[in-house]
């Protein structure tokens, strides 16, 4: 068992707090992707054609290219309906935090809130340079490197390290 864990199993606050945060970012992904896979209407194709800046024109050529967006469609509603899946219950969480932060920073790239772009879907407030992609990215770079799955959740039982 790591120092790392070993500290956070002493600090209950700070362990149920990094549960907390892992689960409820869980919940985000899973209620997303689930909310995308009932949808038959549902297409990442509207985003993408609204995408701005640095990756605006890859964003046009999925949205151009029927195989591309299928791929990009099932990428966000499976890889969200997973990440939130391995997040809850705390099953291969690292790499659920990992596949979870390059799925939320490619939204932030497709539409990152900087001077001078203007988006047709509405905002949710008034954002600049951060906005909720990025600070959730950085979040489950927080769940990453206080791995409470090995302690709170089944990643503990696939643990080769020795239990205390």
């Known amino acids: 068992m790591s120092s790392l864990d070993i500290s956070i199993k002493e600090n209950k606050y700070q362990l149920y707090g990094l549960v907390v945060l892992r689960v409820l970012i869980g919940w985000h992904f899973l209620y997303?992707?689930?909310?995308?896979?009932?949808?038959?209407?549902w297409s990442s194709a509207a985003y993408l054609l609204d995408s701005k800046w640095i990756f605006s024109g890859l964003a046009k050529s999925i949205v151009a290219?029927?195989?591309?967006?299928?791929?990009?469609?099932?990428?966000?509603?499976?890889?969200?309906?997973?990440?939130?899946?391995?997040?809850?219950?705390?099953?291969?969480?690292?790499?659920?935090?990992l596949v979870g932060m390059a799925l939320v920073l490619s939204y932030y790239l497709f539409a990152p809130p900087l001077l001078?772009?203007?988006?047709?879907?509405?905002?949710?407030?008034?954002?600049?340079?951060?906005?909720?992609?990025?600070?959730?990215?950085?979040?489950?770079?927080?769940?990453?490197?206080?791995?409470?799955?090995?302690?709170?959740?089944?990643?503990?039982?696939?643990?080769?390290?020795?239990?205390h």
Not at 32 to 41: D, H, V
Not at 147 to 161: E, K, V
Request: proline share 4%.
């Open 116 to 163: 001078g772009l203007e988006y047709g879907k509405p905002n949710e407030g008034s954002y600049l340079i951060v906005n909720k992609n990025l600070i959730e990215a950085c979040a489950l770079w927080v769940v990453y490197v206080f791995p409470t799955s090995n302690i709170i959740g089944l990643d503990r039982f696939f643990s080769n390290q020795e239990k």
């Open 65 to 97: 290219n029927p195989t591309l967006l299928t791929i990009s469609d099932y990428t966000n509603m499976w890889g969200l309906t997973l990440v939130g899946c391995s997040l809850l219950l705390g099953l291969f969480s690292r790499y659920g935090s």
């Open 32 to 41: 997303e992707g689930i909310a995308k896979l009932i949808n038959p209407y």
